[in-house]
């Protein structure tokens, strides 16, 4: 085990390999961290080991699912301390940075930590998470691992075992925050397993952005790379929180995330999954309504093309009276894409007067792409409104007619459709620049 | 080379059934022709055969714009030579504002003359002014959620904006109440005026539009065929005595 080093070049951070035991005890001897970390790290570890991969929701590709991930050929982490040389961002869109407040972490290294002056003015906190562990461990030790705790399934133990990367952003009560937060995961080599805690406290309002993005890898000697993610959001009564969590990732990477958010009363959560890029992804997107009057709306979008497998599942849980969430998910599938997604709202017994609707549409782009989409209701009090639906067709051919006798061509005129299809959830991004950034994406797609 | 939108000997198939079964018509530039006829006429037929349908098989014939062969290019194309349509149904586009759609054709309808932001944006803000139109459908998406008379209108602001040489209207009045018809029939009045070069192909079930929009000639389709032809008079006799005449003039002049 090398010595923690700063700056080392390309060649010294060549690590282990493989997610092993080993691995973990390197991480908490990289980090210097306390044996009782260590020891909650091996729990972690430990439970990861011992719990099997979550069953495959798609119904054509099963085999195209985490099982399928060659965890021994991933890097676990670079053996680099925290804090690394500064690198380049942006590995698919080179603009400059357009949010005020924006850190930037690759392969789990904080290289860039640049925050709006209102954040310390108003009292707000936001740090990588091994800092914020450090600076604030009471706030991160209250929250983190309540929403999702360690055990829920076999990654979410892998991500607190090799934790590494993420963000904390607490907003102190009443404190609005005007410029958006954004959080860029950047992986070039190793596997990272990044933790995300956002706390608004009463009244307070925030808009986070969360980019996942890789850099292309090229040689024979390329690791299997994973991103193992949680995320924590904590609303408070009152308060306003806006997530969205755009993932681009190349497609030799495979992702799974866990999100979810309790939402307090009268407060209102916006969540904004975006799964563009990834071999293989699974990503569960949860919106817990717990305080009475609260209220949620979900945008999702994915776009699955190539060979991509997209395992996606959203839920809506109103455990309060007089809640309301109004969730859409939009996907497409292109090439031999396969998609599956999982909507859900579970309504509960004391969730009287509650409003609920969700959205499933999906669109074929090609005769191999398949897309399963899955609206499930529960529902245990009868004095609620609730609706679900969902559609699932191609591009009309009217449509396209219609555009071109606008004097649109007609590979033009699908893009325009396409995109036009997904724009719902590109509009509730508030950053411009983070909806200029996904519609490139998109288009790089079609 | 001719002038005009010229269709000659022109016979449409749709799976293998023939519509027209042969039509002779031309659209003067800077006048507005009448097109009128029963349902199932094949009316509509000719509008989207000459804009290129795929359904819409050309079995014989041509049909040319200022000497154009449009039979010869894909759709997009023809509508880059000067032609629109305005659809009777037209296609809703969920996620694409009408500002970005009219900018979008706009600058593929003339791809040499790219307007900045701000002049293309006085011209769309003064043809909806033109139009009696709010600004605020702009921002919403193509003919999404858009009652009957929006879309006609909405039509009328593409025809404004993209300034076609030649253009038709299918049954543009269709569906539409009387205030609605009044605001299609007056928005394409003043179109006239904006732009008088423009030819007008109007179809027409109903002569009702053409009392605010008289036609300089008026020509009568039955079984795709055009019947008859005349001035605006023949308008106003198929208003108080309906097709049956004609229907009958022809099939005794056949016999």
Known sequence: MASPERGGSAAAQAVERGITREAVDGLTALLAESELDRRARLKAFAIFERLPSPPSRLSRAAKRNLAAVDLARAIPYLDLAQDGEPATVGAHGEEPAESASLVVLVDGRAVTVRLAPEIAASGAYVAPFETALRERPELVRAHSGRLVPDDSDRFTALNAALRRGGLVVHVPAGVTLNEPIELRTVIERASVFPRVLVVAEDGASVQVIERIESRPLQGDAVPARLVCSVGEIVVGRGASVRYAALQHLDEDVAEVSVRRASVGRDATMVLAPVVLGGGIVREDADVVLEGEGSSTRVRGCFFASGEQAFDLAGRVTHAAPHTSADAVFHGAASGAGQASLSGMISIRECAAGSESSLKNRALLLSPKAHIDSVPGLEIANNDVKAYHGATIGEIDEETLFYCQSRGIPRDAARRMIILGFLSPVVDAIASPGARAWLERCIEAKL | ?255
């Open chain 2, 1 to 255: 080379m001719e002038k005009g939108l010229v269709v000659r000997g022109l016979r449409v198939a749709v799976e293998s059934v023939e519509i027209l079964k042969g039509i002779d018509l031309t659209v003067e530039s800077g006048r507005a022709h009448a097109l009128m006829g029963p349902n199932g006429s094949g009316k509509s037929t000719l509008s989207f055969a000459l804009t290129g349908h795929p359904k819409y098989t050309v079995t014989a014939g041509t049909a040319t714009l200022d000497g154009v062969d449009l039979l010869a290019l894909p759709p997009h194309e023809r509508a880059r030579a000067g032609l629109f349509l305005s659809f009777q149904y037209p296609a809703s586009i969920p996620g694409v504002s009408v500002a970005n759609f009219l900018r979008g054709a706009r600058s593929a309808l003339r791809p040499g003359e790219a307007l900045p932001p701000a002049k293309f944006k006085r011209l769309v803000t003064d043809k909806m002014e033109l139009l009696g139109m709010e600004p605020s459908m702009l921002t919403r998406y193509v003919n999404d959620g858009f009652s009957g008379g929006e879309k006609k209108r909405l039509e009328m602001l593409q025809m404004a904006v993209f300034e076609p040489k030649y253009a038709i209207l299918d049954e543009t009045d269709s569906g539409l109440d009387v205030d609605a018809l009044k605001a299609v029939g007056e928005s394409v009045n003043a179109l006239r005026a904006d732009r008088a070069e423009t030819g007008l192909l109007v179809i027409t079930h109903y002569p009702r539009i053409l009392q605010y929009l008289r036609p300089d000639r008026v020509h009568v389709m039955m079984d795709g065929r055009i019947v008859k032809e005349g001035g605006a008079d023949l308008a106003d006799r198929i208003e108080r005595e309906g097709y049956d005449p004609i229907r009958e003039e022809v099939a005794g002049g056949v016999a």
